[in-house]
């Protein structure tokens, strides 16, 4: 109900700021941050750890029966379920570099109620709550006015996991529509910055319900359009990624899903 629903909204932004200083602990603080090499390029840092740990018993304590489902310790799926990636954009962040963002998102019946997207470096906070609209540090957000392809900022991130010629080939077409194409390395901060307005898309071939619920979230209740993404199984199982303002949707979407090179 939405009662419970208030008391995870406050503790949720609450506990993105604690998450935030925990990482703003390590952040360019010199030293290798690395622990472990998840794949080719797939960090984890000592700081992912520490967030992760946090965000696991705080969740634990406050709502015991909630289900809670993170990029390092992965979780099981319940009817309400915390979905979150405790350091999105970590390659990033192992090297000092300012883009990357703590992601909560609170699901009932795998649907996103709740979106929380922190920019510590930033001091942004980004927060949704299904039907109540999106927020910057209180503010209200909206996605841009843009209605022109050959005026829109497009950030298409990339992922090993899906084939490399079907990116580039992305990448052409969207250059060849006139869009400016951007890779931040981050989609959860991505997301955030189309909710903002200040991109105009966000797309992704293969991505984790951590990297991006609470983002999503966000742009639709800034008044974005998004194919969704749905929380089901496991969790764990990479999906694609669209979310835009709806001035560009349809020759968005048609570019994003043609196939092979424009020339
Ligand atoms: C990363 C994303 C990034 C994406 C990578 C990766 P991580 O998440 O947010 O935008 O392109 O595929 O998943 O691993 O830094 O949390």
Same mark, same amino acid.
């Given at each position: 109900?939405?009662?419970?629903?208030?008391?995870?909204?406050?503790?949720?932004?609450?506990?993105?700021?604690?998450?935030?200083?925990?990482?703003?602990?390590?952040?360019?603080?010199?030293?290798?941050?690395?622990?472990?090499?998840?794949?080719?390029?797939?960090?984890?840092?000592?700081?992912?750890?520490?967030?992760?740990?946090?965000?696991?018993?705080?969740?634990?304590?406050?709502?015991?029966?909630?289900? %809670?489902?993170?990029?390092?310790?992965?979780?099981?799926?319940?009817?309400?379920?915390?979905?979150?990636?405790?350091?999105?954009?970590?390659?990033?962040?192992?090297?000092?570099?300012?883009?990357?963002?703590?992601?909560?998102?609170?699901?009932?019946?795998?649907?996103?109620?709740?979106?929380?997207?922190?920019?510590?470096?930033?001091?942004?906070?980004?927060?949704?709550?299904?039907?109540?609209?999106?927020?910057?540090?209180?503010?209200?957000?909206?996605?841009?006015?843009?209605?022109?392809?050959?005026?829109?900022?497009?950030?298409?991130?990339?992922?090993?996991?899906?084939?490399?010629?079907?990116?580039?080939?992305?990448?052409?077409?969207?250059?060849?529509?006139?869009?400016?194409?951007?890779?931040?390395?981050?989609?959860?901060?991505?997301?955030?910055?189309?909710?903002?307005?200040?991109?105009?898309?966000?797309?992704?071939?293969?991505?984790?319900?951590?990297?991006?619920?609470?983002?999503?979230?966000?742009?639709?209740?800034?008044?974005?359009?998004?194919?969704?993404?749905?929380?089901?199984?496991?969790?764990?199982?990479?999906?694609?990624?669209?979310?835009?303002?709806?001035? %560009?949707?349809?020759?968005?979407?048609? %570019?994003?899903?043609?196939?092979?090179?424009?020339?």
């Amino acid at each position: 109900n939405e009662i419970e629903l208030a008391q995870r909204f406050d503790f949720a932004v609450a506990l993105a700021r604690q998450a935030g200083a925990v990482a703003m602990h390590y952040f360019r603080k010199g030293g290798d941050l690395r622990t472990v090499e998840k794949g080719p390029q797939d960090l984890v840092t000592i700081a992912d750890h520490d967030v992760d740990c946090l965000i696991r018993h705080s969740i634990g304590e406050h709502f015991p029966d909630d289900g %809670i489902l993170t990029e390092e310790s992965g979780g099981k799926i319940a009817q309400a379920t915390w979905v979150i990636d405790p350091i999105d954009g970590t390659g990033n962040f192992a090297r000092g570099i300012a883009s990357f963002a703590i992601s909560i998102a609170f699901c009932v019946g795998g649907i996103a109620r709740i979106g929380i997207v922190f920019d510590p470096v930033a001091d942004e906070m980004f927060t949704a709550w299904r039907g109540h609209g999106a927020f910057c540090n209180g503010a209200p957000m909206h996605v841009s006015a843009t209605q022109d392809i050959r005026q829109a900022a497009v950030e298409a991130g990339y992922s090993r996991k899906a084939p490399l010629a079907d990116y580039l080939a992305l990448l052409d077409r969207l250059l060849d529509a006139g869009c400016e194409f951007m890779q931040f390395g981050s989609a959860a901060r991505g997301l955030a910055q189309v909710a903002s307005g200040r991109i105009d898309a966000y797309v992704e071939a293969h991505l984790f319900a951590w990297d991006v619920l609470a983002g999503l979230l966000l742009v639709e209740e800034a008044g974005g359009c998004t194919t969704g993404f749905p929380l089901v199984g496991d969790g764990q199982h990479g999906l694609a990624v669209f979310a835009c303002t709806p001035g %560009i949707g349809a020759p968005l979407r048609a %570019i994003v899903d043609a196939r092979g090179k424009t020339r």
